[in-house]
């Protein structure tokens, strides 16, 4: 089965940015819809983008549109979103997560709906 694996995160200033990486390993990450959550501290996990196995369909929160950019390279296993004008509320663990799909144009925006999860990378924005 797939292991996820995030980096990228960090202390950045408010204003500033951040590109994260997920990278997989133990399975084919182009066979593999992927999302990104955050959860900051006292609240549930949130969804933040989601891109299908081909890239060509993504989906993004409301709140985040414009800000947050995802992207996946099936070519050496990895997906990145990209962080823009991070704002402190921004301030969580972020996670990757992924499930198997034979669409290529599938995404999905629930956590229920992802089989596999990586262990999270913090970012911290000050204010």
């Known amino acids: 089965q797939v292991q996820l694996a995030e980096s990228g995160g960090g202390l950045v200033q408010a204003g500033g940015s951040l590109r994260l990486s997920c990278a997989a390993s133990?399975?084919?990450?182009?066979?593999?819809?992927f999302g990104w959550f955050r959860q900051a501290p006292g609240k549930e996990r949130e969804f933040v983008s989601s891109?299908?196995?081909?890239?060509?369909?993504?989906f993004y929160v409301n709140s985040l549109k414009g800000r947050f950019t995802i992207s996946r390279d099936n070519a050496v296993n990895t997906m990145y979103p990209q962080m823009n004008s991070l704002e402190f509320e921004d301030t969580a663990v972020y996670y990757c997560?992924?499930?198997?799909?034979?669409?290529?144009?599938?995404?999905?925006?629930?956590?229920?709906?992802?089989?596999?999860w990586g262990q999270g990378t913090q970012v911290t924005v000050s204010s």
């Open positions: 133990g399975g084919t990450l182009s066979n593999y819809a």
């Open positions: 997560a992924a499930v198997q799909t034979l669409s290529m144009t599938y995404t999905a925006q629930s956590t229920p709906k992802y089989n596999y």
């Open positions: 891109i299908s196995r081909s890239g060509g369909t993504t």
